[in-house]
């Protein structure tokens, strides 16, 4: 059912907030405004949502660094609004975390279809995780004296303590998990993880390694990932 989803649309312009918010109502849904990034974050302290559409270009925050800071805390799948067509900052909102990205002008019949698009592909993959988890618990449920984590539960513990990942960061680190010692190449890695792999670079991989590496160094100066060069990743051997 795609009636009752909570929209959070982050746009400091009226008149490209009022027609889509129509659109979006039409839809059944429920939409919030926010014309500053930081009413936006202070909305998403406040309500959970189910979409975010965001605009790069707010009079306060820049919407990648918004994006950035509620990636620390929520999940929710993410638009990207932008006036600019460049490639760049398409890449750098894909690998910060948005889902998909739009470029003005757009009707706002296309942002509707992108929306339940990437609802679709989001329930896709939890019915295939679920299935796999069903299908093969043991094989995927880590419990260690480095590393513990359940896909079931979304939370990775790194030495007895939680780690606050990203959705991607997550991926990437659970799979280098499951697969101690396996080297995977970037675009295994991006065909294993990226939800729509084709719209990034191999340079989005390199982007979260080295997040992940600085998360898991508050933690222990210890590096577990391991770098091959000009290949990619792998991470070392733990007692199981």
């Known amino acids: 059912m795609m009636s009752q989803k909570q929209i959070l649309c982050v746009e400091d312009e009226a008149a490209i907030v009022l027609p889509l918010r129509y659109a979006l109502e039409r839809e059944g849904w429920q939409v919030s405004w926010a014309n500053t990034g930081t009413q936006a974050l202070l909305l998403l302290s406040q309500q959970t949502f189910d979409f975010i559409i965001l605009d790069v270009g707010l009079p306060d925050l820049n919407g990648f660094e918004v994006c950035k800071q509620l990636r620390q805390k929520y999940q929710t799948p993410l638009l990207f609004l932008t006036a600019r067509d460049d490639e760049i900052d398409r890449v750098v ?30 329930e896709v993959q939890s019915h295939n995780v679920a299935s796999h988890a069903q299908i093969s618990q043991t094989e995927i449920v880590i419990q260690s004296a480095t590393w513990s984590c359940n896909p079931q539960s979304l939370q990775i513990q790194y030495h007895g303590q939680s780690l606050q990942l990203t959705r991607y960061e997550y991926r990437l680190l659970l799979l280098l998990i499951q697969h101690p010692e396996q080297v995977f190449n970037r675009q295994q890695l991006m065909d294993h993880i990226w939800e729509h792999p084709e719209h990034s ?40």
Do not use: N
């Open 201 to 240: 670079l191999e340079r989005t991989v390199d982007t979260h390694i080295k997040s992940l590496r600085q998360k898991l160094k508050q933690i222990t100066p210890h590096d577990p990932i391991r770098t091959h060069r000009g290949f990619g990743y792998s991470l070392v051997k733990y007692e199981k």
């Open 93 to 122: 909102g894909l690998e910060i975390g948005a889902d998909d990205y739009c470029s003005k002008p757009f009707s706002a019949r296309e942002i509707v279809a992108r929306i339940k698009a990437i609802w679709r592909r989001m």
